[in-house]
């Protein structure tokens, strides 16, 4: 279904500690599943999602180097935890950590992608937002290389890679992971 992408309003919509969204793609990453609440939180309706790309959620103030990486890993079977700034269908915005899990078929090829997302923690947020804010500016000017060397100076300097970049962030930190334990048990693929 073709989608008008929707002028972002700068209004936050602020998730509930305890709400999953969750959504599946095939190995294209066109959705295939998504729970009630991705459903209510996107703004579209359960008809408009299911066949859509992913990068429907996607927000104008988001690096694209973020996905780069992300799509790298999970290509490659990884997880990755990701801090996205996804876009609602009324232009508002929300918070997310998403983690991801990889379904393969008996002979290892993809199947399915599953992610599961729940509120970024303020001080997550408040960390990220003028980072990614500085790899956008830097990507405008230079492309995604020039992000993706900031980026990855950024984590050098911290002497960590992304996951535990943002495992370390957020506080405290079991409650996040049990979290996601909870909906992967939950939610099934
Ligand atoms: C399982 C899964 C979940 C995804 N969830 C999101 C999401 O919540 N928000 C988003 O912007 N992109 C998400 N993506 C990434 C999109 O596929 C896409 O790469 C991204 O939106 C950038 O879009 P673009 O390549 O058209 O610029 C997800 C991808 C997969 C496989």
């Known amino acids: 279904m073709e989608i008008n992408r929707p ?3 700068g209004k936050e919509i602020k998730l509930g500690s ?13 959705i295939v599943y ?7 939180v996107s703004g579209y309706s359960k008809l408009e999602l299911m ?7 996607r927000h104008p103030d988001m690096p694209r180097v973020v996905f780069y990486l992300m799509w790298k890993e999970i290509r490659r079977g990884n ?4 801090v996205v700034k996804n876009l609602s269908k009324s232009g508002d915005h929300y918070w997310v950590t998403t983690d991801f899990e990889i379904k393969k078929t008996r002979d290892g090829k993809v199947r399915n992608y599953m992610a ?10 408040k ?7 500085k790899m956008l500016e830097i990507e405008e000017k230079d492309g995604m290389d020039g992000s993706a060397d900031y980026f990855e100076n950024f984590l050098k300097e911290k002497g960590v890679n992304y996951n535990e970049f943002i495992q370390d962030l957020a506080s405290p930190k079991g409650i996040t992971q049990a979290f996601f334990k909870k909906m992967k048990e939950l939610f099934p693929a």
């Open 127 to 133: 960390i990220i937002e003028p980072l990614y804010a």
């Open 34 to 40: 998504s729970n009630e609440c991705f459903i209510n």
């Open 18 to 30: 305890t709400q999953m969204l969750v959504s599946k793609t095939n190995a294209k990453g066109d």
């Open 116 to 125: 599961f997302r729940q509120v970024a923690p303020r001080n997550v947020v």
């Open 79 to 82: 997880n990755i935890i990701a």
């Open 51 to 57: 066949g859509s790309p992913h990068s429907i959620l």
């Open 7 to 9: 002028t972002p309003t």
